[in-house]
């Protein structure tokens, strides 16, 4: 099976623009997690979809969005860009009926830098 | 609420030498632990989780219910374990998400 897929793979974008990053999950899993990854911060999660639905959301403003597609794929958004939103994000798909239970497999990630 | 501890940002050993990173959590009711490692220029793979109870590459970690820990354990280490590990959290609800430590980088010394 392929592996979970992230595109871009980088991405430079300057203060008060938009970012749009995509995740493919691995076939027939149907939950899609995706977390913020900082030196100072360590993995923090962003949210959570399932079935097209937003499952679980972390403690992020509201500039952090996301939605999933019937393919499961997805794709997240942040808007107005901050200096400190300079991160690795990461994309995690799973079988997951329940939430957090399952073994989450990783993607490559999206390195974003905001100038 | 949920959380998870992991005192040491970094830990150094000898090869050879017996490894244990820790990790404490903070749950009221019947966690499900995890740990995480993430190899230089690799993607983040799960090493493993208490419910299967296996070994991989030589590690083990028992969940101690009574001292809130899931510590990693590995009777001896060897130079290809240098990474960075995390400690992962969920909870028993449908709806619990899973929580990450801040993880401990391990480096193997010759």
Redesign the interface.
């Known amino acids: 099976k392929a592996?979970v897929t992230q595109t871009p793979r980088y991405l430079i974008k300057t203060r008060g623009q938009q970012v749009t990053l995509s995740c493919s999950p691995i076939s027939g899993h149907r939950s899609v997690?995706w977390?913020q990854q900082t030196p100072g911060?360590?993995?923090?999660?962003l949210f959570?979809y399932f079935s097209e639905t937003q499952?679980?959301k972390?403690n992020f403003p509201g500039r952090f969005s996301g939605r999933q597609f019937s393919n499961s794929r997805s794709e997240m958004n942040v808007s107005t860009l901050e200096l400190g939103d300079s991160a690795l994000y990461?994309c995690?798909s799973s079988l997951a009926v329940?939430?957090?239970?399952e073994?989450?497999?990783?993607?490559?990630?999206t390195r974003l830098l905001v100038l | 609420a949920q959380r998870v501890t992991q005192p040491e940002k970094l830990l150094s050993v000898f090869k050879g030498a017996p490894v244990e990173l820790k990790c404490n959590y903070s749950y009221s009711g019947s966690p499900?632990l995890?740990w995480?490692v993430q190899y230089s220029r690799q993607?983040?793979?799960?090493l493993l989780?208490h419910i299967s109870r296996e070994s991989i590459k030589g590690f083990t970690a028992d969940l101690n219910k009574g001292e809130t820990s899931f510590h990693l354990k590995k009777p001896f280490a060897q130079e290809e374990d240098s990474a960075m590990y995390?400690c992962a959290l969920?909870?028993?609800?449908?709806?619990?998400?899973?929580?990450?430590?801040?993880?401990t980088r391990l480096h193997i010394l010759p």
């Open positions: 592996g997690s977390y911060q360590g993995l923090q999660f959570e499952r679980n972390g990461l995690a329940t939430s957090g239970q073994t989450q497999y990783f993607g490559p990630g | 499900e995890f995480y993607r983040l793979q799960l989780r995390y969920s909870g028993e609800h449908r709806d619990d998400k899973i929580i990450f430590g801040k993880g």
